[in-house]
């Protein structure tokens, strides 16, 4: 990543994700042969999680993993992205809401907070997406989605 200033505007430039975001990854993965698909999925988890022990041993929290946040090179390798919501987590054990609401455990419904244990969730939900292509929590609504979370269906 380089930054410079021209002026009074900030610039920010970034690797180019060729691959783009997790997303359609995980439409493609579910084309793959089954052992395929799985080393793909391992692969990719261990990465995220890599990426997500970086950020959390630093005191950061992200707050919003989902995979239209985890964006993939042409090599396969991933980069965790979107720090729009990411919280310093250095002074204090927890953080106020924020992020998408699918990818929120239900602890976050419960106490109306955030912390590490969060984004581990949400890991686990982009997981549960790499292996089967869909959400855990399907509903026909957000609201039937957040509920089936804080009622752990």
């Not at 999925?41 to 919003?64: K, P």
Request: with cysteine; aromatic share 10%.
């Amino acid at each position: 990543m380089w930054t410079f200033v021209d002026q009074t505007d900030l610039f920010v430039v970034t690797e180019y994700c060729s691959r783009g975001d997790l997303r359609k990854v995980i439409a493609e993965l579910q084309k793959l042969p089954e052992e395929e698909h799985l080393i793909r999925v391992w692969d990719l988890l261990t990465q995220i999680i890599l990426a997500l022990d970086h950020l959390h041993s630093r005191g950061v929290l992200h707050r919003d993993i989902k995979p239209e946040n985890i964006f993939v090179m042409e090599d396969g390798s991933v980069r965790l992205g979107d720090f729009g919501l990411a919280k310093d987590m250095t002074q204090k054990d927890y953080a106020t809401i924020a992020g998408t609401k699918l990818y929120m455990a239900a602890e976050v419904w419960a106490m109306k907070r955030m912390d590490f244990g969060t984004d581990v969730f949400a890991v686990g939900v982009v997981l549960f997406e790499l292996l089967t292509g869909r959400h855990p929590f399907e509903a026909d609504t957000i609201e039937g989605a957040i509920e089936k979370i804080r009622q752990g269906d």
